[in-house]
């Protein structure tokens, strides 16, 4: 059974970082690109960064130069460093993998809040 479990969120003022970590179990975590999205309230959630099996990476232009989403194969792990966050940036960040014909997980999400 695929299981992602996200942590790290939290409250931080503007300007501020966090570090997202997202660990994934029941299948094999290197060979899937991982995705993290946002969704804030009254929104759609949206995509932020990915990264490919190849170490590859692809971001929203709303968080290129400040967000760098990494991966730790031996420890089945995504992450997604924040810095210099916004108040706009408040939103649930959940982490996804996409395996094609075996279908799509989510993780339960975690919140962040950028609030003075």
């Known amino acids: 059974q695929v299981q992602l479990v996200e942590s790290g969120g939290g409250l931080v003022q503007p300007g501020g970082s966090l570090r997202l970590s997202c660990t994934a179990s029941g299948y094999p975590f290197s060979i899937y690109a991982m995705t993290w999205y946002r969704q804030a309230p009254g929104k759609q959630r949206e995509f932020v960064a990915r990264?490919?099996?190849?170490?590859?990476?692809n971001y929203a232009d709303s968080v290129r130069g400040r967000f760098t989403i990494s991966r730790d194969n031996a420890k089945n792990t995504v992450y997604l460093q924040m810095n210099s966050l916004k108040p706009e940036d408040t939103a649930v960040y959940y982490c996804?993998?996409?395996?094609?014909?075996?279908?799509?997980?989510w993780g339960q999400g975690t919140q962040v809040t950028v609030s003075p």
């Open positions: 996804n993998v996409d395996r094609g014909f075996f279908g799509a997980s």
């Open positions: 990264i490919l099996a190849n170490g590859g990476t």
